[in-house]
């Protein structure tokens, strides 16, 4: 293996992620809005890769200020995943609707 294939950078403008988190967060919710599970796995998405990057509370120590407010958004964040992951295992584990079968009607005889 040639040295120069491992060398090759990428340019990643913060634009760019910043769209992309956009474009994830808005399609999600629309999707998420009229019930679809695939919004809900967007969503779950964007928690998981967003929520770590903009509450990083690792890096504070346990006595400062800002600790615990990024604790405190970090732990709201971690609720909001957990409801998606509920919404999407009783959407999954809901039976899908058949066609409604009509019944023959029995006669009585009286």
């Not at 950078?9 to 913060?14: A, D, R, S």
């Not at 409801?83 to 009783?90: E, P, S």
């Given at each position: 293996?040639?040295?120069?294939?491992?060398?090759?950078?990428?340019?990643?403008?913060?634009?760019?992620?910043?769209?992309?988190?956009?474009?994830?967060?808005?399609?999600?919710s629309?999707?998420?809005v009229?019930?679809?599970?695939?919004?809900?796995?967007?969503?779950?998405?964007?928690?998981?890769?967003?929520?770590?990057?903009?509450?990083?509370?690792?890096?504070?120590?346990?006595?400062?200020?800002?600790?615990?407010?990024?604790?405190?958004?970090?732990?709201?964040?971690?609720?909001?995943?957990?409801?998606?992951?509920?919404?999407?295992?009783?959407?999954?584990?809901?039976?899908?609707?058949?066609?409604?079968?009509?019944?023959?009607?029995?006669?009585?005889?009286?």
């Open positions: 293996m040639s040295p120069h294939i491992l060398d090759f950078k990428y340019h990643v403008e913060m634009k760019h992620l910043v769209l992309g988190a956009l474009i994830m967060k808005g399609l999600g629309i999707l998420f009229f019930g679809s599970s695939l919004g809900a796995v967007i969503l779950v998405l964007h928690q998981a890769i967003a929520t770590p990057v903009l509450y990083d509370f690792y890096n504070y120590d346990v006595d400062k200020k800002e600790f615990a407010q990024l604790f405190i958004k970090f732990a709201q964040s971690l609720a909001l995943l957990g409801a998606l992951l509920f919404f999407i295992g009783m959407k999954n584990s809901m039976p899908k609707r058949s066609p409604l079968k009509k019944k023959a009607h029995k006669t009585k005889i009286v």
